[in-house]
Protein backbone atom coordinates (compact mmCIF):
# COMPACT_ATOMS: atom_id res chain seq x y z
CA UNK A 1 0.00 0.00 0.00
CA UNK A 2 1.03 3.64 -0.71
CA UNK A 3 2.31 5.84 1.95
CA UNK A 4 1.41 8.76 0.05
CA UNK A 5 -2.38 7.48 0.07
CA UNK A 6 -5.15 9.86 0.93
CA UNK A 7 -8.27 9.70 3.16
CA UNK A 8 -11.42 11.98 3.37
CA UNK A 9 -11.81 12.67 7.02
CA UNK A 10 -14.41 15.54 6.47
CA UNK A 11 -16.74 17.46 3.71
CA UNK A 12 -17.47 21.24 3.91
CA UNK A 13 -21.81 21.23 4.12
CA UNK A 14 -21.91 25.26 3.15
CA UNK A 15 -21.45 28.76 4.76
CA UNK A 16 -22.35 29.68 8.25
CA UNK A 17 -22.45 33.72 8.65
CA UNK A 18 -21.36 35.80 6.55
CA UNK A 19 -18.09 36.24 7.50
CA UNK A 20 -16.59 33.30 5.42
CA UNK A 21 -17.16 29.97 8.39
CA UNK A 22 -18.36 27.11 6.89
CA UNK A 23 -20.55 24.54 8.83
CA UNK A 24 -17.56 21.38 8.88
CA UNK A 25 -18.79 17.92 8.76
CA UNK A 26 -16.03 15.46 10.73
CA UNK A 27 -15.14 11.86 9.65
CA UNK A 28 -12.70 11.22 12.41
CA UNK A 29 -13.37 8.90 15.42
CA UNK A 30 -12.89 11.90 17.36
CA UNK A 31 -14.89 14.28 15.75
CA UNK A 32 -13.18 17.65 16.97
CA UNK A 33 -9.54 15.96 15.76
CA UNK A 34 -10.37 16.91 12.21
CA UNK A 35 -8.25 20.07 13.12
CA UNK A 36 -5.47 18.40 14.03
CA UNK A 37 -4.62 16.85 11.06
CA UNK A 38 -2.28 19.43 9.13
CA UNK A 39 -3.17 21.51 6.08
CA UNK A 40 -6.56 19.70 4.54
CA UNK A 41 -7.13 19.39 0.56
CA UNK A 42 -9.31 18.77 -1.56
CA UNK A 43 -9.18 15.62 -3.25
CA UNK A 44 -7.25 17.12 -6.44
CA UNK A 45 -5.28 18.47 -4.34
CA UNK A 46 -5.29 21.67 -6.34
CA UNK A 47 -6.51 23.73 -2.78
CA UNK A 48 -5.14 23.19 0.94
CA UNK A 49 -7.11 24.43 4.18
CA UNK A 50 -5.83 25.44 7.54
CA UNK A 51 -8.86 24.15 10.06
CA UNK A 52 -9.60 26.84 13.06
CA UNK A 53 -12.72 25.48 14.76
CA UNK A 54 -15.12 27.97 16.04
CA UNK A 55 -17.86 26.26 17.35
CA UNK A 56 -20.34 23.47 17.27
CA UNK A 57 -23.16 23.40 14.37
CA UNK A 58 -26.39 20.74 13.70
CA UNK A 59 -24.30 17.31 12.49
CA UNK A 60 -20.84 19.05 12.65
CA UNK A 61 -18.86 21.92 13.78
CA UNK A 62 -18.12 25.75 12.34
CA UNK A 63 -14.67 26.74 10.99
CA UNK A 64 -12.31 28.94 9.88
CA UNK A 65 -10.28 27.97 6.66
CA UNK A 66 -7.23 29.64 5.65
CA UNK A 67 -7.84 31.82 2.84
CA UNK A 68 -11.41 31.58 2.75
CA UNK A 69 -12.99 35.39 3.99
CA UNK A 70 -16.83 36.12 2.34
CA UNK A 71 -19.18 34.20 2.56
CA UNK A 72 -19.53 33.51 -1.20
CA UNK A 73 -15.87 32.05 -0.96
CA UNK A 74 -18.12 29.39 1.96
CA UNK A 75 -20.57 28.63 -0.26
CA UNK A 76 -18.84 27.74 -3.15
CA UNK A 77 -17.22 25.21 -0.89
CA UNK A 78 -20.31 23.61 -0.34
CA UNK A 79 -19.95 19.34 -0.48
CA UNK A 80 -15.97 19.81 -0.78
CA UNK A 81 -14.15 16.90 0.95
CA UNK A 82 -11.25 17.38 2.69
CA UNK A 83 -8.55 14.98 2.75
CA UNK A 84 -5.58 14.43 4.27
CA UNK A 85 -2.60 12.28 4.26
CA UNK A 86 -2.48 8.12 4.84
CA UNK A 87 0.48 8.92 7.44
CA UNK A 88 -0.94 11.73 9.33
CA UNK A 89 -3.18 9.36 11.23
CA UNK A 90 -2.96 7.91 14.30
CA UNK A 91 -1.87 4.00 14.27
CA UNK A 92 -4.97 1.36 14.72
CA UNK A 93 -5.37 -1.65 17.44
CA UNK A 94 -4.82 -4.51 15.03
CA UNK A 95 -8.52 -5.50 15.02
CA UNK A 96 -9.74 -1.80 13.54
CA UNK A 97 -8.86 -0.74 10.10
CA UNK A 98 -9.79 2.80 7.98
CA UNK A 99 -12.18 1.98 5.42
CA UNK A 100 -9.63 2.97 2.57
CA UNK A 101 -7.25 0.08 3.81
CA UNK A 102 -10.03 -2.01 2.62
CA UNK A 103 -11.25 -1.15 -0.27
CA UNK A 104 -9.87 -3.03 -3.12
CA UNK A 105 -9.17 -5.92 -1.21
CA UNK A 106 -9.89 -9.44 -2.64
CA UNK A 107 -12.03 -11.21 -0.28
CA UNK A 108 -11.59 -15.41 -0.49
CA UNK A 109 -14.19 -17.58 1.34
CA UNK A 110 -12.80 -20.15 3.83
CA UNK A 111 -12.03 -22.95 1.19
CA UNK A 112 -10.06 -20.40 -1.00
CA UNK A 113 -12.53 -19.55 -3.61
CA UNK A 114 -12.68 -15.94 -4.50
CA UNK A 115 -15.66 -13.94 -3.68
CA UNK A 116 -14.75 -10.57 -5.44
CA UNK A 117 -13.34 -7.85 -3.42
CA UNK A 118 -14.19 -5.13 -1.52
CA UNK A 119 -16.06 -2.27 -3.66
CA UNK A 120 -16.47 0.32 -0.30
CA UNK A 121 -17.22 -0.02 3.37
CA UNK A 122 -21.37 1.01 4.37
CA UNK A 123 -22.23 1.94 7.75
CA UNK A 124 -26.32 2.47 8.21
CA UNK A 125 -25.76 2.96 11.70
CA UNK A 126 -25.60 -0.79 13.32
CA UNK A 127 -22.00 -2.13 12.23
CA UNK A 128 -19.90 -1.85 9.27
CA UNK A 129 -20.91 -3.71 5.98
CA UNK A 130 -18.48 -4.61 3.15
CA UNK A 131 -19.45 -3.89 -0.35
CA UNK A 132 -17.84 -6.81 -2.22
CA UNK A 133 -18.06 -6.45 -6.35
CA UNK A 134 -18.40 -9.94 -7.78
CA UNK A 135 -15.81 -11.49 -10.41
CA UNK A 136 -17.51 -11.49 -14.00
CA UNK A 137 -20.68 -9.45 -12.87
CA UNK A 138 -21.61 -5.73 -12.00
CA UNK A 139 -23.78 -7.20 -8.97
CA UNK A 140 -22.87 -6.42 -5.32
CA UNK A 141 -23.23 -8.55 -2.40
CA UNK A 142 -23.15 -6.63 1.62
CA UNK A 143 -21.08 -8.92 4.23
CA UNK A 144 -21.14 -8.36 7.58
CA UNK A 145 -17.80 -6.39 8.74
CA UNK A 146 -17.76 -9.01 11.86
CA UNK A 147 -15.33 -11.16 13.27
CA UNK A 148 -17.57 -14.04 12.43
CA UNK A 149 -18.73 -13.43 8.88
CA UNK A 150 -15.06 -11.61 8.17
CA UNK A 151 -12.14 -13.95 10.63
CA UNK A 152 -9.22 -12.39 8.65
CA UNK A 153 -8.09 -9.23 7.13
CA UNK A 154 -4.77 -9.30 5.78
CA UNK A 155 -3.54 -5.84 5.01
CA UNK A 156 0.13 -6.85 3.57
CA UNK A 157 -1.09 -9.85 2.05
CA UNK A 158 -3.90 -7.67 0.37
CA UNK A 159 -7.10 -10.11 1.14
CA UNK A 160 -9.66 -10.84 3.39
CA UNK A 161 -11.03 -14.16 4.41
CA UNK A 162 -14.97 -14.44 4.98
CA UNK A 163 -16.88 -17.28 6.04
CA UNK A 164 -20.43 -15.47 4.96
CA UNK A 165 -23.66 -16.22 5.99
CA UNK A 166 -24.98 -19.45 4.30
CA UNK A 167 -26.64 -18.01 1.01
CA UNK A 168 -25.00 -14.96 1.24
CA UNK A 169 -23.43 -15.44 -2.09
CA UNK A 170 -24.52 -17.16 -5.32
CA UNK A 171 -23.45 -21.15 -4.83
CA UNK A 172 -20.89 -21.37 -7.52
CA UNK A 173 -22.06 -24.90 -8.40
CA UNK A 174 -25.86 -23.70 -9.16
CA UNK A 175 -26.04 -22.50 -12.61
Request: hydrophobic share 35%; no cysteine; aromatic share 8%.
Given at each position: MSKDMTICIGAIAGAFGVRGEVRLKS??????????????????????????????????????????TTKEDADALRGVRLYTDRDRLPSLPDDEYYHADLQGLAVFDTGGVSLGHVKTVLNHGASDLLEIAQPGTSETVLLPFTRAA??????????????????????????
Open positions: FTAQPEDIATYGPLHTEDGARSFTVTLTGQAKNGFTARLSGVVPTVDLAGGRIVADPPDGLFPDPETP
